[in-house]
């Protein structure tokens, strides 16, 4: 049973079938708030009211969707009147306060048990765009937008099937925000729906504003550096996603879909590998992958390098190397910290401000401190080179939380590697590695396929093969059909 | 989750008080040895001169791109590091030769012994193990010393030139790390290249390859030996040139020589027994062109006939003459004597183990075959 942290629902001792009773009732409800109209109405010499929230509801619908049919059909039968507003139900007292808050007309009569509720909502998205943070080259542009049925309706329009599942949820005792979980019922493991219908149903807030709000409340480990829920803004994203047996949750006001369970590899396939040819889009892939290592590891090889080990790398290389450092007044470690930090500075500074200004921002805090700082001889241009190569890479995740938080990871990397030189590194690696067998993105291993691994999965992790040979979805998921694909170039057969 | 939060609270502590044991060596307080010369003086004391890099230019020139020069500093200890560590109370950093790309060895302390020189080198995890090595006629001091302009750092240079003496078909290619096998065991010993330094033109010459006996160095071969040496052993690399005098009676002197380049090799070591004694065949087959020809008229094959013959002749002669002077230095640079170790091995034992190069008769079998006489005719 679901706790309530305040008293949501009150209670009169009256006469309901009163049509003034009833006004005051709802008035009573909603705190008397001012945005709350009458519209005085008779039907057949009964006085009646029509009520609405004047915010929400958009009171063209009401005049053309259940005002003229009132009048239009007079000599109907109340339940009869063909209302073009759609969703006309009955609805008891304690429905129609929330049918009012999602912006629903209540209609009222006089003599009648009955209460009518319109859905006459505004429509308050805005047109879809294409998602900044996750562009592509070829294929759909679309993005979702910042209303929930709207969004649901492209997942509906990729996936036309009688399976493809939403269940709707009410999270946030205050703002009770809908949440919808998506599903394809046939595809997905039914205990995976259960187990996050329970976590769903557990949530209790005053708000949930985003799904990043309740990401943290319904994941395996919330403090884990590493992403274990996959957002998108990309409709044929969600698609493919919710094709391998995944779940992915909306919510009214925000227009990201949340994916789980979702694996470390899902971060890497960017909807372009698919639409691109075979060996370009593995060659991608792969040039991603090699990315979050460079990212990883690159300042941290660096500093252990001139710091401990510089006998590993040639000697033409070497000299170079001194020269630029011979005159820097700080360890390569403080080094790598100033330059690092800067970029980040540069990072931030650009996202939150306004487009034209965050431009500016960049081409000052990347050409002019950059050369500035060189030419003062606070940092080596090579360790400028390194920390600069690894923030582009980094922009190369296809996801901004991973590459976020391999950013952030690589400030402990570098504080070992200057510690303690390579060995410092490997025992990183190894805390990371073991991490990454360790976490769960509900109840699945996340660094499948290669913990546990399966050779299966491994076709779409690093490289991304064929896709005659993508046969089967992934196997941690557990998903109830795991075969994708019978013989896709069966007419190879019947030629010749 | 306190538990962990304590774990890494510990772990992360812990390495601050741990710091006793930094082994920390950044780049900028060492100063990177490029090369180094040993070399022995009349006291029997080891004479050590390296040359390394210094940054040329100011602090404000960040953004072109510094250049370096070498700096050379010479000392003199009882032993290779002795010295080496008095030439660290000279210097402003520490010094690091994990970096040096050539070790120079004059001839005095060659004839004394390498092994004993370089022996810091293999006990030190950062040695240098890839480093070439190379003998020098007179004083190392003044081939370190040398101003050259073809390359901005000293041990580049003489790293470029063994590279080059190797790739031209007269040097053998061994580091500090390939040579101490041979060093130590008395089967089979290095040849090494041999330089000549004339100051006047700040020039490092070739002249030939130091022979060794095990670890101390016997005696020089001169270019064309070290070629037949080369060509004799199949350590071969690239194609490798030989002038050849096939005639002596033209008065146009170019006329009486002939250039020919090695395509291919294939040598072969036969040993024979005969009454306990072992004459070691060494065969060798060689696929080669011509390059040079002053005399020209290279037409009928009677011609081309004659002139392979001529140069077998000379060249087996100059075979006949490397052997022998290996022999003299007794200087085993095929492994003769390790061929005998492993297919005679009673023999060995009994006859020649440690023997001289002299006790056993070497033969040369040259057969040439010319591939290609150029493409004018």
Redesign the interface.
């Known amino acids: 049973m679901k706790k309530h942290l305040f008293k949501n629902e009150q209670s009169f001792d009256m006469d309901e079938s009163s049509l003034e009773s009833r006004i005051n009732f709802l008035k009573e409800s909603m705190g008397n708030t001012e945005d709350l109209f009458m519209l005085p109405i008779s039907f057949r010499d009964r006085k009646g009211t029509i009520i609405y929230l004047s915010t929400i509801a958009d009171s063209e619908k009401i005049q053309e969707g259940v005002l003229f049919p009132l009048i239009k059909y007079q000599d109907f039968n109340l339940h009869d009147i063909p209302f073009t507003a759609e969703n006309n139900n009955r609805v008891d007292l304690q429905e129609a306060v929330n049918a009012l808050l999602q912006g629903k007309a209540i209609v009222s009569m006089e003599g009648w048990d009955d209460i009518f509720s319109f859905n006459t909502a505004k429509d308050l998205s805005r047109s879809p765009n294409e998602p900044d943070n996750e562009k592509t080259v070829r294929g759909s542009h679309l993005g979702y937008v910042e209303n929930l049925t709207t969004n649901i309706g492209y997942i509906r329009r990729g996936i036309s099937s009688r399976h493809l599942q939403i269940r709707y949820f009410q999270t946030g005792q205050y703002t009770n925000t809908q949440t919808a979980m998506v599903y394809i019922e046939g595809i997905v493991n039914p205990s995976l729906v259960e187990k996050l219908t329970n976590r769903l149903q557990a949530v209790t807030t005053d708000m949930t504003f985003s799904p990043g709000y309740l990401e943290e409340l319904i994941e395996d480990s919330p403090l884990s550096p590493f992403p274990h829920i996959l957002y998108t803004e990309r409709p044929d994203r969600t698609i493919a996603q919710l094709m391998e047996g995944r779940i992915a949750l909306l919510t009214e006001g925000s227009s990201d879909a949340i994916i789980l369970p979702v694996s470390f590899f899902s971060f890497f396939q960017a909807t372009d590998d698919y639409n691109s040819r075979i060996i370009i889009g593995s060659v991608f892939r792969l040039l991603r992958v090699v990315s979050f290592l460079l990212t990883l590891l690159l300042p941290g090889l660096y500093i252990a ?4 080990h ?2 590993i790398i040639p ?2 290389i ?2 170079v ?8 007044p700080y ?2 470690f403080i080094e790598a910290m100033i330059m690092a930090f800067t970029i980040e500075l540069i990072r931030e500074a650009g996202i939150r401000l306004p487009t034209p200004i965050g431009q500016t921002i960049g081409i000052v805090g990347g050409l002019i401190i950059g ?1 500035a700082i ?4 606070l940092v080596s ?1 090579i360790m400028v080179i390194v920390i600069a190569m690894t923030a582009i890479s980094s922009f190369t995740i296809a996801s901004y939380e991973l590459s976020n938080t391999v950013r952030i990871l690589t400030f402990p990397i570098m504080v070992l590697a ?4 390579f060995v410092g590194i490997i025992f990183s690696l190894m805390f990371i590695v073991g991490h990454l067998c360790k976490l769960e993105s509900l109840g699945t291993p996340y660094f499948s396929p290669v913990a546990p691994f399966d050779v299966q999965g491994m076709k779409d992790a690093i490289l991304r093969f064929p896709i005659w040979l993508l046969k089967f979805r992934p196997r941690d998921l557990l998903v109830k059909n795991r075969r994708r694909l019978y013989r896709p170039r069966r007419w190879e057969e019947n030629e010749e | 989750m306190r538990k962990t939060i304590k774990r890494l609270i510990v772990s992360s502590v812990i390495p601050i008080f741990l710091t006793g044991c930094w082994d920390q060596r950044l780049l900028k307080e060492q100063k990177l040895i490029s090369l180094v010369g040993y070399d022995m003086n009349s006291n029997g004391e080891v004479i050590a001169s390296m040359a390394y890099p210094v940054r040329k230019g100011g602090v404000t020139t960040g953004t072109q791109s510094a250049s370096s020069q070498s700096t050379i500093l010479t000392t003199h200890g009882k032993t290779a590091l002795d010295s080496l560590m008095h030439a660290d109370l000279k210097i402003s950093e520490r010094i690091d030769i994990s970096k040096a790309q050539v070790i120079l060895f004059g001839e005095k302390i060659a004839k004394v012994g390498l092994y004993q020189v370089i022996d810091h080198i293999y006990r030190n995890p950062k040695g240098a193990l890839g480093a070439k090595v190379a003998i020098v006629e007179g004083s190392t001091a003044e081939a370190v010393n040398l101003k050259q302009e073809e390359a901005e750092i000293i041990g580049r240079y003489y790293d470029e030139f063994l590279k080059s003496g190797r790739a031209t078909g007269f040097y053998t290619n061994y580091n500090v790390q390939s040579v101490c096998p041979l060093l130590l065991k008395h089967t089979k010993d290095p040849l090494l290249p041999l330089l000549q330094i004339q100051p006047t033109q700040n020039r490092a010459v070739t002249v030939g390859m130091a022979m060794f006996n095990n670890e101390k160095m016997t005696g020089k071969l001169n270019i064309d030996e070290s070629k037949m040496f080369i060509l004799l052993d199949g350590s071969k690399k690239q194609k490798v040139s030989l002038l050849v005098r096939t005639n002596n009676h033209y008065k146009n002197r170019q006329k009486n020589y002939v250039v020919i380049e090695v395509l291919g090799t294939k040598p072969k070591t036969k040993l024979h027994v005969k009454n306990k004694s072992i004459t070691a065949d060494l065969s060798l087959k060689l696929y080669y062109r011509i390059t040079e020809y002053p005399k020209n008229h290279l037409t009928t094959p009677m011609l081309l006939d004659e002139l392979n013959k001529a140069i077998k002749e000379n060249l087996t002669q100059l075979a006949q003459q490397t052997i022998t002077k290996m022999q003299e230095a007794n200087c085993d640079g095929f492994g003769i004597e390790e061929q005998i170790k492993v297919h005679h091995h009673k023999l060995w034992e009994k006859q020649y183990k440690n023997t001289a190069l002299k006790n056993i008769t070497i033969k040369p079998r040259l057969q040439l075959e010319l591939t290609n006489s150029g493409i004018i005719d």
């Open positions: 390098i001139i710091a401990f510089f006998e000697t033409d070497l000299v190397v001194k020269n630029s450092v011979d005159n820097i360890p390569p050369d060189i030419s003062a001889g241009n200057a510690s303690f030189g």
